[in-house]
């Protein structure tokens, strides 16, 4: 179950900072962090019709068409504060698979904040030239309701 | 005049009654629950779809004018809605969204219901003796339940007029689209906006907002002119439009969108169409796929959601697959369509709450065409009629 | 007749008025506020245990009627209780919920008041002068309270009558549990449920819900009959039975229980006692360990619940943290039996919410033995007149 | 007699009726209506400072009884107000709090309004012909809207006396401080608070609760007996006071202040003044810095307070840097100060919601001097008259 | 006060494990992190009493029987995610003290989110036949409304 | 991008004990974690002005006097509980720079349990004698309505 100290250090550090640049909305900065075969999921389980659901799917192009059209759209005024903690890595043929806890709250325009979301992300992670690179992710939300929704990713 | 003084503001537009509605019918209490009792208690409304209950004894919890109840399939393979409360102590009967019940136990002391709503089981029933109750008349409420194109509508209203007469011609623009092969819900979410309902239903009965979404702008604006859009009104507060174009190739992303599965019965990839039901139901489809939501009132300001994405039934899994991302382009929590809805919806909220905003003008007249407010006008007028007030005037004196 | 109509589902139970229950009594807006003024403003009610104030000044702030109080221990060693607000301008005195205070000093202005409620400083009197205001007018507003069988009562109305003749016999089966030796406190949790006060308290009154709980399924169900436990209603709406037996041996883990620790004065291990307090108090006995619950209506839809555990004053640590685990095995947040019961009032609030439920069935007569609905109908005649209004049909003209 | 039972308690004071007040004015929820109409619907509020508008086109949002406001300043310089709010479909027009904006576009139909609040845009105006719809009757709603001193005041009422006889002379011990060089808003911060808009107000009137704040004691309560002070209270219940003196040596770590940055003009480093206008705005200067702060009523029992700090326009940034300090040591939401008057706030709410302080006493009379209760009084005496209640008793029938 | 990386990274990974399990109510898989001697407790601070009270504690066989009965029991329906970080590793004689941060959200079956509870977990991490196991866990919860409570630990 | 391992550990320790100091109380304890040169600030940006704003700061001197203040202030009751995770390392000149994701729950007197803030710590981290130190705090707060506010350092 030990995880090798040096690429749990490096998971971390990657984690923390796609985070971090997602909360700034430095998309650049988080597109550099992914593999060119990056896929980006959101994954949510109805127990309405006992099913699981894709809420967005993205591959490293679609997510970046994604981000440059955000400014065009109308979205939900605020920041967004993602709070993520690496829960487990464990190595894998061809990657590190990586889960998270992620608890993600919203700021308003009036400085209230209250929480949007719960979840996991579940990452699968490899080293090209030498540095780690995000390679997947999905995230499952066990939040349902998420108000006016999102054009952004979670 | 540029800039208006309280005096001209509070004034009425000068305008026809049916061309303007006062801010008063979103934030009033006792209107509020005018339409609680006179509407959503009196309407047919859609509770699910039947592919939510596909087996025999599968049911479907929901709510509807602030009670829960349950759809059920019976061992005839009918579907039946009860309120979702024990005959007993009144406690709540089914806790989870769905599942399967052959019986239907409450939790509390255990009483027994069965699929038609009959009280099939009281523990040690001697103790009623006494008292000469009877479990013959304990069985549960049922509520009329009638299935219309895969479409499950209930009505709280045992006089109400039935089904087809309510919903008319509406929908038949959907026939095929709805009917045509057996769909199935892949889509379900459900969120409380902070709005008055009809905010929200208004963002699916006016196409003249285009402009508002930058997907829209890109694949509808130039697909086909407002001008030739055509709009249709119906009895009982129904609107749809059958005619609508999208030109996908227009939005970074969709190009490939209608040449990766094939459209629903009756319906090409680039077409566009809906119906809204009165009072507050959507159906839209965009060639490959089905939207429908519902927006079920909570409170003047509250407003719960429901969103459902369809596709065939038993279709192949790559089929399913592209109808949702198709759904999810426009539709859905993160979808480029949607979120814009509601946070339109929001913010007629905020600009209506504690009278900041009196009126609304909806007197476009452009002979049913795209930017015709006419779908609005038909809306307001049923409201009107099944309140028996004036939007216009919701709180002067109700005519006799 | 299995399904109900609306019309079937809205009639009253063919029932003695006794019998039955209207839904309204738990979400009417002015119920609810009679309900605070005529039996809350007036009844006696639990406080806390004299446990809680071992010492001289120690005091205790509580809720009650949506107001601040706190019970504090005088220098005679005699428990008063007070308003927990200053006499100056309004600023709540006691922030702590427990503390030691010879002097009580308000914050704002640090006008202070002695543990007898009078007003003892004022800074700078001389400002008062001029309008004459007296000091020795401005003491705290004391309430009513009397303490028995260490339980500390405290009455908002100066005007009713005693406690002795409020609680009359219904402690009897308790006496020796509560008074034998002094008893402390060693558990104590809040909660806000989402349900009316009587929804919870309904299930401390009704005992054959049994079946709901694994835990008295397993230790309750066969350790004796439905049919031979005896129940026990009392004049002011009280009731108790003193002759329940459990087998703790049939749950997995709880066979140890008994044999560990010596049980309560007057109580076997094996026993169990309760007693049920007009309006919103339960006393609850298993042989080694005492639940006290209390209930404060916040609205008609919120609830503040307060639960203790008590076991013996001074007793050796082991026998501490046995009675702890079995005060943890059945009660407390994580209790096998506690969290089912807050559960079921709140399904129960979510039936009659919004009038989906319409009545509720209090109907079972055997002689008072486990399956009575005596102590729940003596709980609504009571109710019915301290309110003036029949529960069946509360807001139907009031009897003159 | 000490304590008092509830017959004493709920008695008024035997004092003049101007001299208490009954807690009814904090809870009861017509009082609260006729405030947000009769006092914040018609006096002159501060809006914000100039400088947060420095450019034409700049706006600033801001919520003002309930319904959202911006101010802009048009391209003639002048600073004009208007109800956030689109004339067309009631919509939210500005979402951000400040920006600039030359032309204002509803997002959701694209209306657009010039900073002079006239419609100058309605897409496809030919839609509206046929009901005669004219885009000059459009505009937005503006409201009164004059700046003084730098301070931008509002009013809603179209027909309230101006806003120089409504100020007279209360702002006259800050004229220099205010108006002797350009001021900058460098710190704002909002907070909804527990409590009534009133209860917060009443920590800025009544400056004999310094006890409660340590660095108060240390640093003024010796600075200046209280017997010296002097503070006056002006027509339409404004008050101030310009002899307040502070010596910063008493609380550790605030020496330096004073030598380290100019006063403002006409104010020493050691001078502390304020002014408190009806309703709820207080202007306070401790020589190198200004706090403005503003309460707006969300509720009875909730009050959004705004906060702000202001420096020398175009000052050095050391000095800036200073005074921030200086306004850190005091006020903001880390000051040694204000997070103490908020609690005071709340401990009130808490003492007088559901009725258990019944009123509170503002009897004191020392000439005007620092223990004096006579701006709660004039205070009082306006909000009466505004009213046509007395707050002694203000659920009595109103006089004619 | 640093602490040796290979243990740190075992550790959180061990924690971040624990967490995701019981989220998922995969016991078993919980009591497989657990030392045979394990002792689970949840320990509050009464200011009511000014006393520490235990609300639940057990040995390993005690919290199996738990487990096992859970299906029996009505419990409060929905989700629990629990976001839990390390906060410090100390070597003690006979096992490592960890204390982690925890806040644990619930979703109920509409998919709205709220904060359940907060606290800490206080751990002692032993290794056994190579593998770090806890060997006890104390919760100590900030937050004592809990709603209507849990069967299941926390 | 990747962090040492022995110094990503004893980041997070140091980070990770800081909070736990601060949640109790124990303001000795968090000043013997500081460098004598430590400055400590929360910085928020107003959208109203437009405006980054400076809301504390203090250096070590004068953050103890604060902590020796507190006991003679009128206070917010109940207890804060801050969840911290550090989410990037990065190396400096004279110093690392440490960011880090808070959220920030108080529980009051009754027990329940609000989100109070949500932000960052953005600290930068030396050695001294052997022990890491925190050389300065800035606290970014996306929440900016703080309810009555605080006297202490959040
Ligand atoms: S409430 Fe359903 S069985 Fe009693
Ligand atoms: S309010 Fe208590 S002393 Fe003034
Ligand atoms: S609501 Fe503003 S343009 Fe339609
Ligand atoms: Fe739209
Ligand atoms: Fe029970
Ligand atoms: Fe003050």
Chains 1, 5, 6 share one sequence.
């Not at chain 2, 219309?148 to 919903?167: S, T, Y």
Request: proline share 6%; charged share 25%.
């Amino acid at each position: 179950m030990t995880e090798a100290p040096l690429e749990a250090a490096g998971v971390r550090q990657l984690i923390g900072r796609a985070g971090l640049l997602l909360d700034d909305g430095n998309y650049d900065g988080f597109l550099a962090l992914c593999a060119p075969d990056f896929n980006y999921r959101i994954r949510v389980w109805s127990p309405e019709l006992a099913k699981d659901m894709i809420w967005l799917e993205h591959d490293y192009a679609g997510l970046a068409q994604l981000f440059a059209a955000l400014p065009e759209h109308l979205t939900r005024p605020g920041r967004l504060t993602r709070h993520v903690t690496v829960a487990s890595v464990d190595a894998a043929p061809d990657a590190l698979k990586v889960t998270s806890v992620v608890t993600i709250h919203h700021t308003d325009l009036e400085g209230c904040t209250s929480t949007l979301a719960v979840g996991r992300y579940l990452d699968r992670i490899v080293e090209q030239d030498g540095e780690l690179r995000l390679k997947s992710r999905e995230v499952q939300l066990d939040t349902r309701d998420l108000g006016i929704g999102s054009h952004a990713p979670l | 005049m540029s800039a208006r003084d309280h005096a001209a503001w509070a004034q009425a537009p000068r305008l026809p009654a049916s061309h303007f509605v006062s801010g008063l019918v979103y934030t009033d209490p006792d209107i509020y629950a005018a339409e609680v009792s006179e509407i959503f208690g009196k309407v047919w409304r859609f509770a699910c779809h039947e592919s939510e209950l596909p087996n025999v004894y599968d049911y479907r919890v929901f709510d509807h004018a602030g009670q829960s109840l349950f759809a059920i399939r019976g061992p005839d393979d009918r579907v039946r809605t009860f309120l979702n409360v024990c005959a007993h102590r009144g406690a709540r009967l089914l806790h989870q969204p769905s599942g399967n019940a052959s019986r239907i136990t409450c939790f509390y002391h255990l009483w027994t219901y069965d699929a038609l709503g009959k009280c099939t089981g009281i523990p040690r029933p001697v103790g009623y003796e006494a008292a000469g109750l009877e479990r013959s008349a304990l069985g549960l409420r049922e509520v009329r339940t009638r299935v219309k194109l895969g479409l499950v509508f209930i009505n709280l209203d045992d006089q109400a007029c039935g089904l087809d007469p309510f919903i008319g011609p509406a929908l038949d623009n959907l026939t095929s689209v709805l009917g045509g092969v057996p769909l199935e819900v892949f889509h379900y979410n459900r969120v409380v906006l902070d709005a008055n309902w009809k905010s929200w239903h208004e963002t699916n009965m006016d196409i003249y907002h285009e402009n508002m979404h930058v997907v829209l702008r890109k694949t509808q604006m130039k697909a086909m002119p407002m001008e030739d859009r055509r709009l249709a009104v119906f009895a009982n507060g129904h609107a749809s439009s059958g005619e609508l174009q999208a030109e996908y190739s227009g939005y970074d992303g969709f190009a490939a969108r209608g040449e990766d599965v094939p459209p629903l019965p009756g319906i090409t990839s680039t077409d566009f169409r809906f119906v809204d039901l009165f009072p507050a139901t959507a159906i839209l489809s965009r060639g490959t796929v089905v939207r429908i939501d519902t927006a079920t009132p909570l409170g003047p300001d509250k407003t719960l959601l429901e969103m459902r994405g369809l596709g065939i039934k038993g279709e192949p899994d790559e089929h399913r697959q592209t109808r949702i991302t198709h759904h999810n382009q426009y539709w859905g929590p993160f979808g480029r369509n949607v979120p814009e809805d509601m946070f339109a919806a929001e913010a007629c909220e905020a600009g209506f709450r504690h009278g900041a905003a009196r009126y609304q003008i909806i007197a476009r007249e452009e002979n049913l065409s795209g930017q015709d407010d006419a779908i609005l006008r038909a809306f307001y007028a049923e409201w009107g009629r099944r309140l028996g007030r004036r939007p216009s005037d919701p709180l002067a004196s109700h005519p006799a």
